[in-house]
């Protein structure tokens, strides 16, 4: 997103471009594994509620606080990297569940879908920190899940957000190839790794992303710092 924000375009163009190229590497890195067997049949309602929270969140789009969105997330996206560094919580092996499946489900499924259909960036992460902080599953069990929501939240926002011609497609197909030969690296590592790999991965992913967010020019963090110099 922030190179397409450098290029100029404009937000809406911008966030369904930028879906577009998200769904090859998540479809890629989902099919990895599925494959592998770590998505049996019975996950596909997490696809079909981030599905739906996708949706609702495209259609909500012109009545958001993008404003506000793209402050707080910084600071959110913070407490997410705290999360994965300092919980004993998430490691490869399972941890009891704080919320049963169906109101998993029905709440922080869609609610982060919602988001992703908003905004979009960071979503893998807040996945991930629910169904590994919440719903108790290990590393590569929950890195799959988080493959398949966010496959299902970026195909639900981009048809969406598609119906209103807001796609750049020649831009988001050519960031799509790139995107989809790093998932299937990024799959078979996390596989073979668990979460030896993946746990320092989301904490510098997330801090880097904060970091970057952070210090965008407009962004509050960045121009108070600017106008301190």
């Known amino acids: 997103m922030p190179a397409l924000v450098l290029a100029g375009i404009d937000p809406r163009s911008l966030l369904a471009t930028n879906k577009l190229q998200g769904c090859f590497g998540t479809t890629s890195a989902t099919a990895a ?7 049996p049949l019975g996950s596909w309602p997490f696809a ?3 599905a739906a929270g996708s949706v609702a969140g495209a259609l909500a789009l ?30 490869d092996e399972g941890r009891p569940r704080l919320l049963s499946r169906p109101a998993f489900l029905a709440t922080v499924v869609p609610l982060v879908g919602f988001y ?27 890195t799959a899940h988080t493959k398949l929501c966010n496959v299902a939240s970026n195909l639900a926002g981009l048809a969406t957000l598609a ?8 831009v988001g ?6 995107s989809f030969v790093g998932a299937q690296v ?4 996390a596989m073979r790794h668990g979460a030896v790999l993946v746990k320092p ?16 020019p407009g962004h509050p963090v960045h121009d108070a710092i600017a106008a301190g110099w």
Do not use: C, E, N
Not at 75 to 88: D, R, T
Not at 204 to 210: D, E, F
């Open 186 to 189: 990024g799959a078979r590592l």
């Open 33 to 39: 594994f599925a494959r592998a067997g770590h998505l």
């Open 163 to 170: 119906l209103g011609g807001h796609v750049i497609w020649t």
């Open 48 to 50: 079909l509620a981030a």
């Open 116 to 142: 992703d259909g908003v905004f979009g960036p960071g979503a893998g992460s807040f996945y991930m920190a629910g169904l590994a902080g919440v719903l108790g599953f290990g590393a590569v069990k929950a």
């Open 201 to 216: 991965l989301i904490v510098t992913i997330s801090l880097a992303l904060a970091a970057k967010l952070a210090f965008t």
């Open 62 to 91: 012109d009545h958001m606080p993008q404003r506000a969105i793209s402050v707080a997330l910084p600071f959110v996206l913070l407490g997410v990297a705290a999360y994965f560094a300092a919980s004993p919580r998430f490691g």
């Open 173 to 178: 197909l050519a960031m799509g190839a790139s």
